[in-house]
């Protein structure tokens, strides 16, 4: 998932991307709702890629950590389940694009940035 995504998704929502309660109004200046989403970007960025990819996938899902953590322990097996299955088609397909790209013509294999 991209950045952009989980951006435009927080500031949709009254919860923060790492399931914490938002914080300021919709009427709060620019410059206090320009540090509110870099806080949580910055709260976002600051996790390791696995737990960012998890918070991601877990976002796909429409649940926060915090909901997932006040899950029952059965419950929350089943939605790590469902997260490792997620992951695992996000990691193939990734695995697959510069496999695709070769045949295409004019496009090199190697997609890396």
Not at 8 to 22: C, F, I, Q, R
Not at 39 to 48: D, K, P, W
Not at 71 to 79: D, G, L, T
Request: charged share 10%; proline share 4%; aromatic share 2%.
């Amino acid at each position: 998932m991209h950045v952009s995504n989980i951006a435009s998704s927080a500031t949709n929502s009254n919860t923060n991307v790492d399931g914490s309660a938002a914080t300021g109004s919709n009427t709060s200046s620019g410059a206090s709702s320009f540090q509110a989403l870099l806080s949580q970007l910055t709260s976002y960025t600051s996790g390791t890629p696995s737990q960012r990819m998890e918070t991601a996938i877990l976002a796909q899902l429409g649940i926060t950590q915090a909901q997932l953590q006040n899950m029952p322990p059965k419950q929350q097996e089943q939605v790590m389940e469902k997260v490792r299955e997620l992951l695992k088609k996000e990691l193939a397909g990734q695995q697959q694009a510069p496999q695709i790209a070769k045949g295409i013509p004019g496009v090199s294999g190697d997609l890396s940035l």
